[in-house]
């Protein structure tokens, strides 16, 4: 097998893995309840505008980890209810602490949650990351619902924030911080010792394997359910000093091979966002 068949082998065995920005797929949906998460435009699954206070979040909401909860009551009254009614999401014989029963569908357990919470009159949605609820704009509460084992996170330790203004909803241009754009791996056919990713350096002959990353202002990654699959890229001082090809089925990803030594900018707009990769094809 040649060395550039190997690179392609390796890049269809990491496509399969992959999603955007290196990521794993996510579980598929599971038929969970329709209720309205903080996704763009704050719109649900269903296309449902959120049940909730006139206006969105504040993507500048300043937020305290040390307030008193206002809703923790209704929150753990909320997992009470999903528990008596939708059992078949836990693992009841497997518990820690105070009813921290094992969660089997995290995302279902989150949407349920939060579905309880709107029946209830209160705004709740699910960004991804915690359950997020408010009554009217002047602020809004953020919850964990999980142990990093995967049992219910229980009690007052789940409470993690009070923002003021409200936090959500958001549309996604506004959780976006920052798109990164970078290597991830470079691989010479000929054996020789490529560069570190951080460098910026692709030598003649050997392949970058670039990823597009949208990030928030923490710099975690914005999940991909969030920012969707929309993403454009654009490959500036070509000057044909590299190719620039497809990934399988990965359209944040790029294979960037260099053929001849001179600067490249390799660039992508995600939600308005726009970063890129400032490289240089070495001898």
């Not at 065995?13 to 329709?34: D, F, I, N, Q, Y």
């Not at 989150?110 to 309880?116: P, R, S």
């Not at 460098?199 to 394997?209: A, M, R």
């Not at 990823?211 to 044909?240: M, Q």
Request: net charge negative; proline share 8%.
């Amino acid at each position: 097998m040649k060395a550039h068949d190997v690179i392609a082998l390796v890049a269809l065995t990491m496509a399969a893995s992959l999603s955007c920005s290196g990521h794993r797929e996510p579980a598929k949906e599971t038929g969970t309840p329709a209720v309205s998460v903080a996704g763009p435009g704050g719109v649900s699954a269903k296309d449902e505008p959120l049940a909730c206070a006139p206006g969105k979040g504040d993507p500048n909401a300043a937020c305290d980890t040390m307030g008193a909860p206002e809703f923790l009551a209704d929150v753990n009254g909320a997992i009470d209810e999903l528990v008596r009614k939708r059992p078949e999401l836990f693992n009841l014989a497997r518990v820690v602490g105070h009813d921290g029963y094992l969660v089997l569908d995290p995302d279902a357990v989150y949407l349920g949650v939060a579905a309880n919470l709107q029946a209830k009159g209160l705004c709740a949605s699910w960004d991804y990351s915690q359950l997020q609820v408010k009554r009217t704009p002047t602020h809004s509460e953020q919850y964990d619902l999980l142990l990093p084992n995967d049992h219910l996170r229980r009690g007052p330790s789940s409470f993690k924030a009070t923002c003021s203004p409200a936090a959500f909803p958001l549309d996604a241009a506004d959780v976006i911080h920052r798109v990164r754009v970078g290597f991830y791996s470079i691989q010479c056919e000929d054996g020789r010792t490529p560069p570190r990713n951080g460098e910026g350096l692709l030598p003649v002959d050997c392949t970058g394997f670039v990823t597009a990353t949208p990030k928030k202002e923490d710099d975690s990654d914005v999940d991909r359910r969030l920012h969707g699959p929309e993403i454009t890229w654009e490959l500036e001082l070509a000057g044909g000093y590299v190719v620039v090809e497809d990934f399988p089925n990965v359209t944040f990803n790029k294979f960037v091979r260099g053929k001849d030594p001179g600067p490249f900018h390799l660039c992508a707009t995600v939600q308005g966002h726009r970063g890129c990769l400032n490289a240089e094809v070495v001898p």
